[in-house]
């Protein structure tokens, strides 16, 4: 009774490898009887399939900017030292504040020296949230003719995302109702829509 051992002549994923016998021993009642020599050992050829890489990623929460991109880290269930860096282009189901919003990331792709031996899937979700982004609102104030009110008319700046739709609003007064120059002009009640 022969048992071999085997070995490709390399671990990397592909078709036509050579397998060759790398070690051998004899076993049975009649094994004294003979030496065994690995020399002109026969040689096989087989194919070694690339191993289903199974790719999750966890998504970083992140104040609103008017984009949809999400940071992502990928996870995986390679075997353990093999080389390779996982990519892909990662997003959120859309651009607006909220909680426990998907996130998926797509174009999933490997690189590096084990990348060959894997196959990946090629999407991946989680979930993530958007807070809302702190909203400066400046006023600069206009002089006005007395009218015997402290209503003060002003014009707002603020630092919204470039191209965002809102009005902000709110009620402006001078300190009193008394004509003279630099009067401080309070805002309050300041609101979106």
């Known amino acids: 009774l022969v048992s071999p051992v085997a070995a490709y002549g390399s671990k990397t994923a592909g078709a036509g490898k050579t397998v060759s016998i790398t070690a051998a021993s004899l076993g049975g009642s009649a094994?004294?009887?003979?030496?065994?020599?690995?020399?002109?050992a026969p040689t096989a050829t087989s194919s070694i399939t690339a191993r289903t890489l199974v790719v999750g990623i966890s998504a970083t929460s992140r104040q609103y900017n008017g984009l949809t991109g999400a940071t992502v880290t990928y996870t995986?269930?390679?075997?353990?030292n093999d080389v390779l860096t996982v990519s892909g282009t990662a997003n959120f189901s859309d651009k607006n504040v909220g909680t426990s919003k998907t996130v998926t990331a797509t174009g999933i792709t490997l690189s590096g020296t084990d990348a060959a031996n894997y196959s990946p899937n090629t999407t991946a979700t989680t979930?993530?949230?958007?807070?809302?982004?702190?909203?400066?609102?400046?006023?600069?104030?206009?002089?006005?003719?007395y009218?015997?009110?402290?209503?003060?008319?002003?014009?707002?700046?603020?630092?919204?995302v470039g191209g965002d739709l809102l009005t902000v609003g709110g009620t402006a007064t001078f300190a009193d109702k008394n004509i003279g120059t630099n009067k401080p002009v309070s805002i309050t009640g300041i609101a979106l829509s």
Not at 76 to 80: C, E, K, V, W
């Open 147 to 160: 009218d015997g009110t402290t209503a003060s008319p002003v014009s707002y700046g603020d630092n919204r």
């Open 31 to 40: 094994a004294g009887n003979y030496t065994l020599s690995l020399s002109g």
């Open 76 to 80: 995986d269930d390679r075997i353990t």
């Open 127 to 145: 979930t993530a949230s958007i807070a809302a982004r702190p909203l400066t609102v400046t006023i600069s104030g206009g002089g006005k003719t």
